[in-house]
């Protein structure tokens, strides 16, 4: 089970990497886990998606399949992008 602590470090990683490709770019869950443990980055796909589909549900970042942003109430299932969103 992931903790507040190791929660808020991958909200932190979406963050900082949405905003660093900014919000014509997107970024794959998996190049999150892979910053976050480069050997066993498969383990922490479903915290990283969980903290993006939190992230999306506030509007601070946009989910997205096939180049257009999807309802995050609905956890999209399959391939996502994680892309900043600007307010």
Known sequence: MIG???RDWIAAEIRWLTRARGSD????PSDIARRLDPDAWRDWMPAVRDAALTLAR????DICQGG???????????????????C
């Open 4 to 6: 507040n602590e190791q």
């Open 25 to 28: 770019k997107s970024c794959c």
């Open 68 to 86: 257009v942003p999807v309802d995050p109430g609905l956890s999209p299932r399959g391939p996502i992008r994680l892309r900043r969103r600007d």
């Open 58 to 61: 506030r509007g601070e970042i």
